[in-house]
């Protein structure tokens, strides 16, 4: 057995070994954490479920092949090539289904091509927006985002065209 196997069983022995030596009652922070957390399941939860559904019809539908098709003479004179277009749509919304077609993309082109690089720096310097937003409003309790969202999609569509730009640099 590697040490990286025993890293969380140590942790959480160490954590209960340094509970019980400070006569802190384990179980019961234990179970209070777990109430707490549930709490917040259940402020986040009405946020998550239609948007969850939102990003599924979203894909399902074909709407962002599409969109991507519209796009592609813009991103091609950006520098992003037009292959990387689905993954600009769904990246905001979805973690996995950016990841899905992040996988499908240096399946289709490589791993080492232009495509395949900038999609792999597409997905790790940018952020699932919309769900970002709706876990942590959800959780504090903020019904009204405001800027909150234009301001994050401005940050994304940077990244996206800087991640492109960073690429054609480094590799050409």
């Known amino acids: 057995m590697s040490l ?3 890293v969380v069983p140590l942790l959480l022995c160490g954590a209960g070994a340094y509970g019980a030596a400070r006569h802190v009652d384990v179980y ?22 239609p948007l969850l559904a939102a990003v599924y019809m979203f894909r399902a539908s074909g709407a962002a092949d599409c969109l991507g098709r519209l796009l592609a003479p813009l991103l091609d004179a950006a520098g992003i090539p037009a292959a990387c277009a689905p993954l600009l749509l769904v990246r905001p919304v979805s973690g996995s289904g950016a990841l899905a077609v992040g996988s499908e993309l240096m399946e289709r082109y490589g791993t080492d091509s232009y495509v395949g690089r900038v999609a792999a720096v597409m997905l790790g310097s940018s952020e699932t927006t919309f769900y970002t937003v709706a876990v942590y409003c959800g959780a504090a309790g903020i019904r009204k985002t405001r800027h909150t969202i234009p301001a994050a999609l401005c940050a994304d569509a940077a990244m996206f065209f800087l991640s492109a730009l960073a690429v054609r640099l480094v590799f050409g």
Do not use: F, H
């Open 4 to 6: 990286s196997e025993l």
């Open 28 to 49: 019961a922070a234990l179970t209070r954490g777990a109430e707490e957390g549930l709490s917040v399941l259940l402020r986040v939860l009405p946020s998550l479920v």
